[in-house]
């Protein structure tokens, strides 16, 4: 079945370091991939998609592109803010089914 | 901006109580996903509508979990009786088309159950 694997976490970094997420995944399909991301107590918040191979999802500063040929959906940030503490969650839609990955925490610290 | 609509935002319950959590979707939004999302983890798809009609309940624990979406509009989902693996973060989602080329899921801010 469809999964999505995510780096393990904590991730911590000090203001304005460069960021990487690593996100892989596997599908039987052509999927959707998409970067959520969650602030504490709260629900998830879409930050970036892309629908195709190729495609480059961006909001905020992060980046992220969709590579078929690695399976891979790594988000980056060049300059990373306190306030982009929170946990990360990589995703997939392949048809009518969602998958969500583990998640990853980022913490950054001033 | 349009957003998915959640109550209560917190609950607090005994075990072998009812709980029901409500959820009202972005106007127009055909498809309602509810998740459940235990601390630390991803969210894990409990039941996905696509109007009124039951389209993915195959994680649902029937025996205790129910859910309905009756007009196809809002939705709540039913915990009978709750247990203490039950306490977890319970969210739903939206998205205008299930399954299409920009098919997107909207959240809410998710109710927080707690089970003593």
């Known amino acids: 079945g469809d999964s999505v694997t995510q780096m393990e976490g904590p991730v911590t970094l000090s203001e304005e370091a460069f960021l990487t997420i690593n996100c892989t995944y596997t599908a039987t399909g052509y999927p959707s991939l998409f970067w959520y991301v969650q602030y504490p107590g709260e629900g998830l918040q879409l930050l970036l998609k892309a629908t195709k191979a190729d495609d480059k999802g961006s909001n905020k500063g992060f980046e992220a592109t969709y590579r078929k040929e690695t399976t891979s959906f790594h988000l980056e940030k060049g300059s990373v803010q306190v306030s982009d503490s929170a946990v990360y969650f990589c995703?997939?839609?392949?048809?009518?089914?969602?998958?969500f990955g583990p998640g990853t925490r980022l913490s950054v610290l001033p | 901006e349009a957003e998915v609509a959640q109550s209560p935002r917190y609950k607090i319950t005994e075990k072998s109580q009812a709980v029901a959590f409500w959820c009202d979707p972005i106007?127009?939004?055909?498809?309602l996903y509810w998740y459940r999302q235990i601390l630390g983890q991803g969210p894990e798809l409990l039941v996905q509508f696509q109007d009124e009609s039951v389209v993915d309940d195959s994680q649902l624990p029937k025996d205790r979990f129910s859910a309905e979406r009756l007009k196809g509009v809002d939705s709540t989902l039913k915990i009978q009786p709750a247990e203490l693996g039950d306490s977890a973060m319970y969210l739903c989602a939206s998205s205008p088309l299930a399954g299409g080329p920009t098919d997107t899921q909207y959240f809410g801010p998710g109710t927080r159950l707690t089970v003593l």
């Open positions: 106007s127009g939004h055909a498809t």
């Open positions: 995703a997939l839609r392949d048809g009518q089914n969602f998958v």
